[in-house]
């Protein structure tokens, strides 16, 4: 299903055949006890399977687009004419000043009065922004390390091999 999703194992049975797939895999480990017309009937299966999820995809993109057309997130201030904090130079500043550690060291006001972009927020918004940003980068630092040790336990796969 890999190779298919990531474009190695075309999912147009005119461009590779079952059979040279099965050239290729039947000398796999994970492919001992298959037999040809198991694998053919799966490779099916799958090919019809990525792609239906490929043109989902598409489609969906496609309604993406269209609704980012009819509700454009250009505007930068609320319905109640205040400022929004993500679309503001702030949001990044503020990343930057929580990665760079200095929100340990100040106060949350004493941040709040390091940079004028900040002083366009009232002190607690911009103190909430301040505890919702060090979730922010505690959540994908445990992205992260889930993906390290999912990674550790797949197997490499072994793809040396041509069709």
């Not at 201030?77 to 060291?105: C, N, T, V, W």
Request: proline share 5%; glycine share 4%; hydrophobic share 30%.
């Amino acid at each position: 299903m890999s190779d298919l999703e990531d474009g190695f194992l075309p999912t147009d049975e005119k461009e590779v055949s079952a059979q040279a797939a099965w050239a290729v895999y039947k000398n796999l480990p994970e492919f001992d006890g298959v037999c040809f017309k198991q694998f053919d009937a799966r490779l099916k299966d799958h090919r019809r399977a990525v792609e239906k999820k490929t043109q989902q995809s598409i489609w969906e993109e496609e309604a993406y687009q269209h609704d980012c057309l009819l509700h454009p997130r250009d505007n930068t201030h609320d319905r109640r004419g205040k400022l929004i904090f993500d679309r503001s130079p702030a949001k990044e500043l503020l990343r930057q000043d929580i990665k760079d550690g200095a929100y340990p060291l100040l106060s949350p006001m004493e941040l709040w009065n390091t940079r004028p972009q900040y002083k366009l927020f009232d002190l607690n918004v911009f103190r909430g922004r301040i505890y919702q940003e060090i979730r922010h980068t505690k959540f994908i630092n445990w992205c992260e390390m889930k993906r390290q040790q999912k990674e550790a336990k797949a197997k490499p796969r072994n793809r040396n091999y041509t069709f």
